[in-house]
Nanobody
Framework: QVQLVESGGGLVQAGGSLRLSCAAS????????MAWFRQAPGKDGEFVGS????????SYADSVKGRFTIARDNAKNTVYLQMNSLKVGDTAVYYC?????????????????WGQGTLVTVSP
Protein backbone atom coordinates (compact mmCIF):
# COMPACT_ATOMS: atom_id res chain seq x y z
CA GLN A 1 0.00 0.00 0.00
CA VAL A 2 1.50 3.28 -1.13
CA GLN A 3 1.70 5.92 1.56
CA LEU A 4 2.95 9.49 1.32
CA VAL A 5 3.34 11.45 4.54
CA GLU A 6 4.11 15.15 4.49
CA SER A 7 5.68 17.03 7.37
CA GLY A 8 7.31 20.35 8.10
CA GLY A 9 4.40 22.71 7.73
CA GLY A 10 3.68 25.44 10.22
CA LEU A 11 3.44 29.16 10.82
CA VAL A 12 6.14 31.44 9.49
CA GLN A 13 6.46 35.17 8.93
CA ALA A 14 6.64 36.59 5.45
CA GLY A 15 10.20 36.46 4.20
CA GLY A 16 10.95 33.36 6.20
CA SER A 17 11.71 29.79 5.15
CA LEU A 18 10.32 26.33 5.66
CA ARG A 19 11.31 22.91 4.42
CA LEU A 20 8.64 20.36 3.76
CA SER A 21 9.34 16.66 3.61
CA CYS A 22 7.35 13.82 2.10
CA ALA A 23 8.24 10.30 3.15
CA ALA A 24 7.09 7.56 0.80
CA SER A 25 6.53 3.90 1.54
CA UNK A 26 5.01 0.92 -0.21
CA UNK A 27 6.48 1.79 -3.60
CA UNK A 28 9.72 1.64 -5.55
CA UNK A 29 10.46 5.29 -5.00
CA UNK A 30 12.95 5.79 -7.82
CA UNK A 31 10.30 4.73 -10.32
CA UNK A 32 8.10 7.70 -9.45
CA UNK A 33 8.17 11.29 -10.55
CA MET A 34 7.33 13.36 -7.49
CA ALA A 35 5.52 16.65 -7.29
CA TRP A 36 4.18 19.22 -4.87
CA PHE A 37 0.81 20.85 -5.23
CA ARG A 38 -0.95 23.29 -2.95
CA GLN A 39 -4.46 24.48 -2.24
CA ALA A 40 -5.16 27.80 -0.64
CA PRO A 41 -8.39 28.42 1.27
CA GLY A 42 -11.25 28.94 -1.15
CA LYS A 43 -9.11 28.39 -4.21
CA ASP A 44 -8.43 25.59 -6.66
CA GLY A 45 -5.39 23.39 -6.30
CA GLU A 46 -2.20 24.63 -7.89
CA PHE A 47 0.93 22.93 -9.19
CA VAL A 48 4.04 23.98 -7.30
CA GLY A 49 6.81 21.89 -8.79
CA SER A 50 7.97 18.43 -9.75
CA UNK A 51 11.17 16.43 -9.93
CA UNK A 52 12.23 13.58 -12.18
CA UNK A 53 12.81 10.07 -10.95
CA UNK A 54 16.57 10.53 -10.79
CA UNK A 55 16.33 14.00 -9.34
CA UNK A 56 18.19 15.43 -12.29
CA UNK A 57 15.37 17.58 -13.56
CA UNK A 58 12.88 19.92 -11.96
CA SER A 59 10.06 22.17 -13.02
CA TYR A 60 8.34 24.95 -11.10
CA ALA A 61 5.29 27.11 -11.29
CA ASP A 62 6.13 30.68 -12.21
CA SER A 63 4.73 31.84 -8.86
CA VAL A 64 7.44 30.01 -6.92
CA LYS A 65 10.34 29.93 -9.36
CA GLY A 66 13.51 31.23 -7.77
CA ARG A 67 12.10 30.88 -4.26
CA PHE A 68 11.25 27.19 -3.94
CA THR A 69 13.49 24.19 -4.59
CA ILE A 70 12.52 20.55 -4.89
CA ALA A 71 15.00 17.80 -4.08
CA ARG A 72 14.77 14.11 -3.45
CA ASP A 73 16.78 11.44 -1.68
CA ASN A 74 16.03 8.09 -3.28
CA ALA A 75 17.97 6.27 -0.56
CA LYS A 76 15.57 7.71 2.02
CA ASN A 77 12.42 7.54 -0.12
CA THR A 78 11.89 11.21 0.60
CA VAL A 79 11.18 14.33 -1.43
CA TYR A 80 11.68 17.82 -0.08
CA LEU A 81 10.35 21.27 -0.81
CA GLN A 82 12.59 24.08 0.38
CA MET A 83 10.58 27.29 0.52
CA ASN A 84 12.40 30.60 0.87
CA SER A 85 11.22 34.20 0.79
CA LEU A 86 7.75 33.09 1.71
CA LYS A 87 4.83 35.35 0.97
CA VAL A 88 1.38 35.60 2.50
CA GLY A 89 0.06 34.27 -0.80
CA ASP A 90 1.97 31.02 -0.26
CA THR A 91 -0.42 30.11 2.55
CA ALA A 92 -1.98 26.78 1.61
CA VAL A 93 -2.15 23.09 2.33
CA TYR A 94 0.78 21.51 0.53
CA TYR A 95 0.46 18.02 -0.91
CA CYS A 96 3.07 15.71 -2.32
CA UNK A 97 2.13 13.42 -5.16
CA UNK A 98 3.71 10.46 -6.93
CA UNK A 99 3.39 9.49 -10.57
CA UNK A 100 4.63 6.14 -11.82
CA UNK A 101 6.96 6.18 -14.81
CA UNK A 102 5.94 9.62 -16.03
CA UNK A 103 8.00 12.58 -17.06
CA UNK A 104 7.81 15.90 -15.31
CA UNK A 105 4.20 17.03 -15.30
CA UNK A 106 2.14 19.82 -13.84
CA UNK A 107 -1.08 17.91 -14.50
CA UNK A 108 -2.57 16.58 -11.29
CA UNK A 109 -4.23 13.74 -13.17
CA UNK A 110 -0.83 12.26 -13.99
CA UNK A 111 -0.22 11.59 -10.29
CA UNK A 112 -1.88 8.53 -8.81
CA UNK A 113 -0.81 8.74 -5.18
CA TRP A 114 -1.25 11.67 -2.82
CA GLY A 115 -0.39 12.54 0.73
CA GLN A 116 -2.78 14.03 3.26
CA GLY A 117 -1.18 17.45 3.12
CA THR A 118 0.58 19.77 5.51
CA LEU A 119 -0.56 23.30 6.27
CA VAL A 120 1.75 26.23 5.67
CA THR A 121 0.61 29.58 7.03
CA VAL A 122 2.58 32.72 6.19
CA SER A 123 1.80 35.73 8.35
CA PRO A 124 2.41 39.35 7.33
Amino acid sequence: QVQLVESGGGLVQAGGSLRLSCAASGLIFENYTMAWFRQAPGKDGEFVGSITRSGGGTSYADSVKGRFTIARDNAKNTVYLQMNSLKVGDTAVYYCAAGLAIGISSNRFDYTNWGQGTLVTVSP
